[in-house]
């Protein structure tokens, strides 16, 4: 199968390229317009492969999109080119807007025409899959409740909100244009080759150097943690053996308060670099995000019932591999901290 995937040189788009390649016969159509968060050394490991090619687009921009559709056939596309942080989204909202809703509707455009010149055939089997976010559901009720697939959305952040927008428009092309789309939802990722900007890795990254180790608030906003990779399977799952139409929860059932999440990284690098003072000498509380929600936790029922997939990492067994990546790959994080993957890359985006 051809897929096209957008956001590829991101975090979640380069663990489900990596996956493809070592793992199936397909080939990737990489659509990314390396932002900030795009880096092709991510992709270093299986750029190499003939299944392997890269388009430097901006999902705004029709032409190009339709020149890439035109030039490659993909047989699905899997979305996941957006704008992702929430703090990015309260200081400037404007690129959200753009690439998650104005970026959706041309992508979904584009697809759309393309699909319908489609032989009978390759039109019944392509696919259309958009990934989201949890947060799109907004704050859950009490310590109990789950998010599950039929849970209304109240996305409380412009980067939520530009999510949800962009769940909004895929559904109407299903519904009104007939376009075979699926949506997933997930909880928090975590593991190799995140943007340093996100808590796991900035704890990591600023313990190792002696720096302060920022807590919004007590600390105490409950998320589910999801190891990259089992996120990656689940999303190749879904686009190959998913209900057109459907949309399916994915979660990691790991709930952890984002204290807990920094002492257990405290305590892994106790164990692995030993520092004269507790690394948890350096926790700092800092002013909380405004609109934080409280919990989110994710029912991934349904995903296991129709589509067998489980998650492989439990929470210990995750944040082991990743503290433990981040120790062995400092080139990697020393080159997106000082900027050196931004600068070189336009060569190596034109080599590939
Ligand atoms: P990321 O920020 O690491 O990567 C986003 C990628 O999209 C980057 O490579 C960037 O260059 C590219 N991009 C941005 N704007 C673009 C544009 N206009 N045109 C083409 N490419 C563009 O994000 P991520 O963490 O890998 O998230 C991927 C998707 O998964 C997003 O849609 C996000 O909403 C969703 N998601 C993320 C998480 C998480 O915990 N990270 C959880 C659930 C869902």
Redesign the pocket.
């Known amino acids: 199968m051809k897929l096209l995937i957008?956001?590829?040189?991101?975090?979640?788009?380069s663990a489900v390229i990596r996956h493809v390649i070592a793992n199936t016969a397909d080939s990737v159509i990489i659509?990314?317009?390396?932002?900030y968060?795009?880096?092709l050394e991510s992709l270093a490991e299986v750029s190499d492969s003939e299944r392997y090619h890269f388009e430097q687009?901006?999902?705004?921009d029709r032409a190009e999109l339709e020149r890439v559709f035109k030039q490659h056939q993909p047989e699905a596309v899997m979305?996941?080119?957006?704008?992702?942080?929430v703090d990015r989204s309260i200081d400037g909202p404007a690129a959200f807007i753009?690439?998650?809703i104005v970026?959706t509707y041309t992508l979904l455009e584009v697809a759309r025409s393309y699909w319908r010149e489609l032989d009978e055939k390759r039109k019944s089997r392509f696919r259309f899959h958009h990934?989201?976010?949890?947060?799109v559901f907004g704050d859950l009720d009490g310590p109990e409740a789950l998010f599950t697939e039929q849970t209304p959305y109240a996305p409380s952040s412009p980067y939520s909100a530009s999510?949800a927008s962009s769940d909004h428009l895929v559904r109407a092309w299903r519904r009104t244009y007939g376009l075979p789309t699926l949506i997933t939802?997930?909880?928090?990722?975590?593991g190799p080759y995140h943007?340093p900007e996100?808590l796991i890795p900035l704890m990591i990254l600023n313990a190792l150097e002696g720096k302060p180790l920022p807590v919004y608030g007590k600390g105490e906003q409950i998320r589910d943690w999801l190891h990259v990779e089992d996120h990656a399977r689940a999303l190749y799952r879904v686009v190959t053996e998913g209900k057109v139409g459907e949309t399916y929860n994915i979660g990691g059932h790991n709930e952890k308060q984002n204290i807990e999440v920094v002492h257990t990284i405290c305590a892994l690098l106790e164990e692995l670099v030993p520092s004269s003072s507790p690394y948890t000498s350096l926790i700092t509380y800092v002013a909380d995000r405004p609109g934080h929600d409280l919990r989110y936790a994710i029912d991934a029922g349904k995903i296991q019932r129709e589509l067998g997939w489980v998650p492989q990492e439990t929470f210990d067994s995750g944040i082991r591999k990743t503290v433990l990546w981040y120790l062995e790959n400092q080139e990697w994080c020393r080159r997106v901290q000082d900027g050196s993957y931004q600068r070189e890359r336009l060569g190596m985006a034109n080599e590939v």
């Open positions: 957008t956001g590829g040189a991101g975090f979640i788009g659509v990314d317009k390396l932002t968060a795009g880096n687009v901006d999902i705004c979305h996941l080119a957006a704008e992702s942080h753009e690439t998650n970026g990934i989201s976010t949890d947060e999510k939802n997930c909880s928090n990722n975590y943007f996100k």
